[in-house]
């Protein structure tokens, strides 16, 4: 049991991982932008972040990944995309020490169990 | 001023000298790509001595002899880097005959000069080509940033189409899962919104049809005087029953009919989305009052509501393709980002205008203006530019 602090500005999709991650024991924040996360992080520092990239702009979520690495080493972030499928860009995201300072990358769309285990390995890993 | 680069290839000096001495105040004026050009000539004797140069430093007009010590002119044009639309060649040959001037034009040569000429007719030459060459370049750039709107367009298109479908999705997902525990509740709730996610998608792709018929002058228009403030009150019925939720107030005012020569289907299109958006950013219990006059030969339509209303900057961005404003007033609030801009570009086609007056928390005023529409005209531009006219 953990505090995760989900970002991504569709209140369904958080509506969605909130459910799984709940039905898993977790404690669940939420934030509907990058603006909004940066206060609530400020207030208190989940176990793990789950982040949306497109938000406020196109790239909010990259944005806010660098900041919070610099902040925070130590805070566990799950990255959401559906970029590379609307882009077609010829790779695929992947955490990088500099530029996408995550732990994973998952590619939308997803089925939200995965999105739970991938959390379950996330604080795991950070333990 | 904008320079363009000249390139003379001839074996004699004197000729090499006078183009330079020819071209070395010349300017061009183009009215149509904007701008004065001066032009810098570069010499070369021969054809091989031209094709290193050109690989290293193309220009913009080559002025090519047939005639060379070496390789001929012809060889020249036929060497020459195949990269359209950067560099125009125009051949000089002293015996201005048919056969060279077929082979020249098949290996791509834009024009030609027979020797001798007066330094008028090479002026007259340049300036031709540089014409034909700014003109050119300018067609290209637009015909790409025409290309890099589409493409934005088409993205942004394509996460707002797939933004409700990972939603239901994700709850589809979840409900055969059941990972939402035993509440039969939570799983209706999941299922009411994604009924309500595909009707927000349902709207889209009809915004969008809509959209794409105004643009490209597809929609036949069936144009005859309504008075607008009936259609009007069509609207606010429609509106009313369609309020289940936020037991708003919508009142039509008018002193008296507004007569339009109109498209009667557009102006539905206009009043239904000004006034679906004012019951969408209401708050509970608030006020939608809808507005017609005729002034003159303009009909004035104005819808306000009692909403979230906006900031300044956030009216700024309104009426652009995909635009909407997200806080956390509109969190929650479905749309598809296109309705404005078709208001927009309807209003434009009945030579009018559209306005809008905000305060945070207070409420919202949209205001339209329209003018009769002409019965011949078939597209958007048509009628704007003779409307503009009208109010010259």
Redesign the interface.
Known sequence: MANVLLIDDDVDLIAINSTVLKSRGHEVAVAYSAAEARRRIEESVPDAVVLDVMMETQTAGFELARELNQKHPELPILLLTGVHEATGVPFKFEPDETWLPVVEVLEKPFDPTALAEKVDDLLKRSE | MDTLGVMVVDDEAGMRLGVQRALRDFTVRLPDVEGDFRFEVAQAETGEQALEAIAENPPDILLLDHKLPGISGLDVLSRLPEDEGRMLTVMITAYASLDTAITATKRGAYDFLAKPFTPDELRGVVRKAAKHLLIQRQARRLAEEKRQVRFQFI?VL??EL??P???V???L??IR?G???DDPE?YNH?LD?SLT?LEGMRKLILDLLDLTRIESGQKQRDIAEQDVVEIAREAVETARAGDEEKNLTIELHADGPAPLKCDRGEVEIVLNNLISNAVKYNRQDGRVDVTISRDGDTVTISVADTGIGMSPEDQDRLFREFTRI?N?KT??ILGSGLGLSIVRKLVSMYGGDIGVQSEPDVGSTFTVTLRDASEQADGGDNQQSAATADDA
Request: glycine letters at 12%.
């Open positions: 993205s394509a996460h797939k933004s479908l990972s939603a999705e994700g709850y997902r979840i899962d990972s939402a525990g939570s999941m919104r996610r997200k956390e969190r929650g």
